[in-house]
């Protein structure tokens, strides 16, 4: 197993889906054509409660945005990271701070000092890995193109 895929177990990513109820998403974008946006108003439509993380913008998705992890007046149980590698140490350290229970990095958001810190104050690193995708993988709801079917069972009506 290599290093990045302890941070991509099966088993510890369905825990972290089945647990959570408030996610913050650090670099949550106001902008309805980034990965970030879609990502927040899907966990959203799922019945996740999002914090906007982002300096920029007083609100995203009907939501109050706050200018860091510190400022989030409510516990958070994942917080799931839109920003650049090199921002990981200090979202780790945060993390920690608030008693978030996980990191979830997304895709290309790969920092070992960052899941080093993270780990050392207890918290569980997911790492590379879309929060969104994995939602739609382990609870069903992804149809093989990719799209939300909104179907939740796999018997077909009116086959037989």
């Not at 991509?8 to 946006?37: D, F, K, M, Y």
């Not at 008693?99 to 790969?110: D, P, R």
């Not at 929060?131 to 069972?153: D, V």
């Amino acid at each position: 197993m290599t290093d990045l895929q302890r941070y991509q177990e099966p088993l510890t990513i369905q825990r972290v889906l089945h647990t959570a109820r408030t996610i913050a998403v650090v670099g949550l974008s106001g902008n309805e054509l980034r990965a970030s946006h879609f990502v927040g108003y899907y966990l959203k439509r799922h019945g996740y409660r999002v914090i906007p993380v982002n300096p920029r913008e007083p609100e995203i998705l009907g939501e109050k945005s706050y200018a860091s992890l510190r400022d989030v007046p409510v516990p958070v149980d994942v917080v799931n990271v839109f920003r650049a590698p090199d921002a990981l140490p200090e979202i780790a350290r945060d993390t920690v701070h608030i008693g978030a229970s996980a990191l979830w990095c997304q895709f290309g958001v790969i920092n070992q000092e960052g899941a080093d810190l993270a780990e050392a104050g207890g918290t569980t690193v997911i790492m590379d890995r879309c929060l969104k995708i994995e939602h739609a993988r382990y609870l069903g709801r992804m149809h093989w193109l990719g799209f939300n079917t909104q179907r939740i069972t796999s018997i077909r009506t009116g086959l037989q």
